[in-house]
């Protein structure tokens, strides 16, 4: 059983960083590719990064490149998040999907609880 749980939300000032952590088990993650969404209030979820497993490459929204960094580890996937600004308040939510042609539009079959991200201007 695949399990994703993050970590590391809060309230930050803007111009600030914050470092989500999403803890995966269940599974060796070879092959998969990794994938941190967010959602706003009343806003659909939209695409941040991914990251391939095997291979590191990464893959970032227009929003947030050169800003934010996705890496991993042996057991856990990173979103690094500096120069905060108020329109990244959101629930950030960590994913994982099994195969993936073309990421990062990848069917994510797993996904965490998500964590709460506040930036106040």
């Known amino acids: 059983q695949v399990q994703l749980v993050e970590s590391g939300g809060g309230l930050v000032q803007a111009g600030g960083s914050l470092r989500l952590s999403c803890a995966a088990s269940?599974?060796?993650?070879?092959?998969?590719?990794m994938g941190w969404f967010r959602q706003a209030p009343g806003k659909e979820r939209e695409f941040v990064a991914a990251?391939?497993?095997?291979?590191?490459s990464t893959y970032y929204a227009d929003s947030v490149k050169g800003r934010f960094t996705i890496s991993r580890d042996n057991a856990r996937v990173y979103l690094q998040m500096n120069s905060l600004k108020p329109e990244d308040t959101a629930v950030y939510y960590c994913?994982?999907?099994?195969?993936?042609?073309?990421?990062?539009?990848?069917?994510?079959?797993?996904w965490g609880q998500g964590t709460q991200v506040t930036v106040s201007p």
């Open positions: 990251i391939r497993w095997s291979g590191g």
């Open positions: 994913a994982a999907s099994p195969t993936c042609i073309t990421p990062p539009n990848c069917r994510y079959a797993y």
């Open positions: 269940g599974r060796t993650f070879t092959g998969y590719t």
